[in-house]
């Protein structure tokens, strides 16, 4: 098979699972078509060192990954971690429903953690 028709079987049968994949990356829906693009392109140039080590699906999804981990960090996303909420707009009551005294808890528990207290 020759590259243009194995890129076609990419767009045609992994391309749907890539771009789900760009929404774990890219919240906004410009920047997911961004991303979508930049994936594209580099298959397109991976394309002829795939060995078949893998399957297609491995390595165009794996592809997918590291474009998406590039695309964060340069958006300054790092890690996937949140940018920290301004002190204003924080709401430090405790949530009232099981989910939010497990979340108390667990934040009391690492509270301690990091200042070296002892367990109550």
């Known amino acids: 098979m020759n590259r243009q ?3 076609d079987e990419v767009i045609d049968t992994h391309g749907p699972a890539l771009w789900r994949l760009t929404a774990g990356y890219a919240r906004q829906h410009a920047d997911r078509n961004d991303l979508y693009q930049e994936i594209l392109l580099a298959v397109w140039r991976a394309l002829p060192s795939f060995r078949g080590d893998a399957s297609l699906r491995t390595f165009v999804l794996r592809i997918g990954h590291n474009r998406g981990l590039t695309f964060r960090a340069r958006s300054g996303l790092r890690s996937g971690r949140e940018q920290e909420m301004p002190p204003d707009l924080r709401d430090e009551r405790p949530l009232p429903d099981a989910m ?3 979340l108390n808890r667990a934040r009391a528990a690492l509270s301690r953690l990091l200042t070296g207290e002892t367990a109550r």
């Open 100 to 102: 939010g005294v497990r």
């Open 5 to 7: 028709a194995i890129f």
